[in-house]
């Protein structure tokens, strides 16, 4: 498991060839301001996609967002559609893409440990619920 910087709240399964799963990692943004949020998020993620191109996230899940930001030196493109998953966000780069179950910021410090220390198993599957569901695996609840 890959830890961001321990401000950022966030936690990324590692690459893994053999281990695949709805989610790459989960998210605890402290607000639903998107672009504000992806600009703490943005250092963590580097390492592993390089700079942040775009991201799609599912509408009614943040406050309004704008089609361009300017995000961690560059411009992102963001896109909010009603197709995708409730409680995630798709984020792509140009080395790599992730998709995030985003917990609500309101989500108790508790089972928001539980919930982002449940991806620290490489062989558990995460698989995106509802926004007020916030459980990441199966075992998680």
């Not at 910087?5 to 936690?11: A, D, F, L, N």
């Not at 989960?26 to 191109?53: C, N």
Request: proline residues 9%.
């Amino acid at each position: 498991m890959t830890s961001a910087p321990s401000t950022t709240r966030v936690e990324i399964k590692p690459v893994a060839t053999d281990v695949t799963g709805a989610v790459d990692g989960a998210w605890w943004p402290r607000s639903l301001d998107l672009v504000a949020e992806l600009e703490e998020l943005a250092p963590a993620l580097r390492p592993r996609l390089g700079r942040i191109e775009r991201v799609s996230y599912h509408l009614g899940d943040w406050d309004a967002v704008p089609r361009r930001a300017a995000v961690d030196g560059s411009t992102v493109k963001f896109a909010g559609f009603r197709f995708q998953a409730p409680g995630t966000v798709d984020v792509l780069a140009e080395l790599h893409r992730v998709t995030l179950l985003v917990l609500p910021p309101e989500t108790t410090p508790e089972e928001a440990r539980r919930v982002l220390a449940a991806g620290e198993h490489r062989g558990e599957r995460g698989q995106p619920r509802g926004p007020a569901q916030s459980s990441w695996t199966g075992g998680v609840r």
